[in-house]
């Protein structure tokens, strides 16, 4: 799998089936002749066989192949194995046209494990319709495997789950030719609906962290999954609504998503930003007047008021929430004071349930046509030049058909154009 990249290095990870020394050797595809290699890493039964090898002899806007070792034996992959860095543009030119597929809800059948009857997971065609549309980059929204019952009070569990899931055929080549970034929501984290008074939180933790490339995990010493990133112009600020999390069902306590330092952490890094657009990923629907299942206006809502007069008093402009677990896709929009609008792109799921519900639910804030009730993805295209930026989103089925489109300009003040 590809990880993070920037200008100067990647990451690259990889999972063996027993402990072994791995290593990568890349190279700038124009030079081919000159090879580099990372430091070597031996894999161990306590992270699940798996290793993160940083690329870092690159340069910007490079196009690299790179080579997987075991053992010190060369490994064939059955598809292309290549990566390009992030490109200098600033100073020099408008900066790059770039896509970012995403979307949540990911769960891979395991009979034996499974609830008995249909099946909840589907099949896995649109991990190939995603790879179809070549994204340079790819954001996990959450849930993305399913611990069961016997997977989430241990280590050995949690390792078994994830390597399953990573086990099939029709995610590897999408793993190998797109980087990836990813937050998590309860499925990938503990039980259902958990929340920071999990036990097993910090061992969740640790599995995450073995098992995605991000930059980072956890912000001002913190642990979790939160994050930022930057790709070309845009900023992306990576959520945890898990970790800090008070529980749902607390009437008295003082109720908090994202927790205090989280929410100060993100709002500061929010105000300071002057990306034209800027991508907060989280695992709970943020902007929705409905009050099913765990979006912010059931449980939270108070917090997302905080968050909200924030960005209008900051009067930040091109704020767009990406969130999953509904298992439905909508877009959402509000308008504040300000005369600025912040969006919420709903995408869920990609394997698992549908969920009906999502046919008669009312939100007050849905941008007609945008519901999608069914196995879908979301590709954010982001292109035009510098201070005239525009952000399309299409919505496409497992089989890979669009089902909706809508840009979102940044000359037109965000606002949305079909």
Known sequence: MLGYVNMREALLWVQTRTAAEVYFEYWDTAAPAQKFATDRVK??????????????????????????????????????????TQPLWQWRTDPPPFSLATGSCAYINEEAYD????????????????????????????????????????????????????SIPDLQELLATSHHYAIWDDHDFGPNDADGSWVHKDLAWEIFRAFWGNPTFGVNGQKGCTTWFQYADVDFFLLDNRYFRTPDACTSCERTMLGKEQIDWFLSALSASWAPFKIVALGNQFITSNEHDE?????????????????????????????????????????????????????????AGVNNRGLTEENAYRVAGTLAVQHNFSVLRFSGPRK????NISVYSAEGKELWSRTIAEDQNWEIRK
């Open 43 to 84: 894999t161990e039964k306590n992270t699940g066989f798996t290793a993160k090898c940083i690329a870092d002899r690159l340069e910007p806007g490079t196009a690299y192949g790179y080579q997987l070792y075991i053992d010190r034996k060369k490994i064939k992959l059955p598809y292309p194995a290549t990566f390009r």
């Open 115 to 166: 609830r008995p009857g249909t099946p909840y997971g589907s099949d896995y065609p649109i991990f190939r319709s995603i790879r179809d549309q070549k994204p340079d980059l790819m954001l996990w929204l959450g849930d993305n495997t399913y611990y069961r019952e016997p997977d989430w009070p241990s280590r050995s569990g949690m390792l078994h789950r994830y390597t399953h899931t990573r």
């Open 295 to 351: 979006t912010y206006a059931r449980y939270y809502r108070a917090e997302r008021d905080t968050i909200l007069a924030r960005i209008e008093r900051e009067n930040i402009k091109g704020v767009i929430f990406l969130t999953g677990d509904r298992h439905f896709t909508e877009l959402s929009a509000l308008k504040n004071a300000r005369g600025n609008w912040v969006y919420d792109l709903t995408t869920s799921p990609f394997t």
């Open 388 to 391: 005239n930026r525009q952000l």
